[in-house]
């Protein structure tokens, strides 16, 4: 079984900067793509900033510029968000697709984490 657990949410004033971090535990043989989705209430689940193994980045319209999706080499993706505005409030969730087998991958969702901007 895989999990992907975030942390780094919270209460920011417009204008601020937080850092989501998500990790990725369990069975598993690798790690593809990683990437930062949100949903807001009342709205869908859409994509922030997506990364692949080989560093391709891409990012919704919406942040660019503003936030920075990375990784590391022990599983472990990141998402750095500057000149945060109240439309930035969503819960996030991290997402990644892991190698479970030879011939098999999964969709791998984390429980989201609150990111509330306002002053």
């Known amino acids: 079984q895989v999990q992907l657990v975030e942390s780094g949410g919270g209460l920011v004033q417009p204008g601020g900067s937080l850092r989501l971090s998500c990790a990725a535990s369990g069975s598993f043989f690798s790690i593809y793509n990683m990437a930062w989705y949100r949903q807001a209430p009342g709205k869908q689940r859409e994509l922030v900033a997506g990364?692949?193994?080989?560093?391709?980045r891409n990012y919704a319209d919406s942040v660019k510029g503003r936030f920075t999706i990375s990784r590391d080499n022990t599983n472990m993706v990141y998402l750095q968000m500057n000149s945060l505005k109240p439309e930035d409030t969503a819960l996030y969730y991290c997402n990644a697709v892991a190698k479970v087998s030879d011939s098999s991958t999964r969709d791998i969702w984390g429980q989201g984490t609150q990111v509330t901007v306002s002053s």
């Open positions: 990364m692949s193994t080989s560093g391709n």
